[in-house]
Nanobody, 121 residues
Framework: QVQLAESGGGSVQSGGSLRLSCAAS????????MGWFRQAPGKEREGVAA???????SYAGSVEGRFTISQDNVKGTLYLQMNSLKPEDTAMYYC???????????????WGQGTQVTVSS
């Protein structure tokens, strides 16, 4: 059973940075697509960034150039480095994993509980 646990959320001012972490267990490293999603109050969950089994990345247009998804080669921990944060980045951020699909769609099989990111202006 794949288990995911996010950490690293918090409150920052506009223009600041945060790094989210996702501790993953119960799967073979590099055998699953990994993704970061977010959901703001009253809005649908949206894809932020994804990392496929060949280490190729994809990003939502709204975060391209500001966010970076990566994965630790030893522990398999997934990261999301977020720079130049904006108030519209405020949301609950979720880590997700799926054995097949790597799209930026919230259809992944396994999900963490989320970590809150709040950006003030």
């Amino acid at each position: 059973q794949v288990q995911l646990a996010e950490s690293g959320g918090g409150s920052v001012q506009s223009g600041g940075s945060l790094r989210l972490s996702c501790a993953a267990s119960g799967y073979t490293y590099r055998s699953y697509c990994m993704g970061w999603f977010r959901q703001a109050p009253g809005k649908e969950r949206e894809g932020v960034a994804a990392l496929d089994v060949n280490a190729r990345t994809s990003y939502a247009g709204s975060v391209e150039g500001r966010f970076t998804i990566s994965q630790d080669n030893v522990k398999g921990t997934l990261y999301l480095q977020m720079n130049s944060l904006k108030p519209e980045d405020t949301a609950m951020y979720y880590c997700a994993a799926d054995p097949l699909q790597c799209w930026l769609l919230p259809e992944y099989k396994y999900w963490g509980q989320g970590t809150q990111v709040t950006v003030s202006s």
